[in-house]
């Protein structure tokens, strides 16, 4: 899914996407720079929230697997996909699907 191009249908939606990398700061602001992220991109250098969630190193690869969260107003996950793999990530419709 590509993010930035998704953005705007999930604010119409009533949501706010997210992004988490475990990744530095600078490493992190450079990436944005660079896709032209609008949305909030977080630096999780030392993985914390990546293992909070359960999806640091699954792939013994020290990253975070692609991982898609929906998180209500209450701060309860509502729905949640963690990838098989690198590229195992769900559409836009089907993040869509799952918004409280």
Do not use: C
Not at 24 to 32: C, M
Not at 54 to 69: E, I, K, R, T
Request: aromatic residues 8%.
């Amino acid at each position: 899914m590509k993010l930035q191009q998704s953005y705007q249908a999930f604010q119409q939606a009533g949501a706010e996407v997210v992004a988490l990398a475990v990744a530095p700061l600078a490493q992190v602001d450079g990436v944005r720079k660079v896709t032209g992220a609008t949305y909030p991109v977080l630096a999780d250098p030392v993985h914390r929230a990546a293992e909070s969630y359960g999806v640091y190193n699954l792939f013994n690869d020290n990253l975070a697997a692609p991982s898609v969260f929906v998180i209500d107003t209450d701060g309860r996950i509502v729905w949640s996909h963690v990838g098989k793999n690198g590229s195992d990530r769900p559409g836009e419709q089907a993040i869509l699907e799952q918004l409280p």
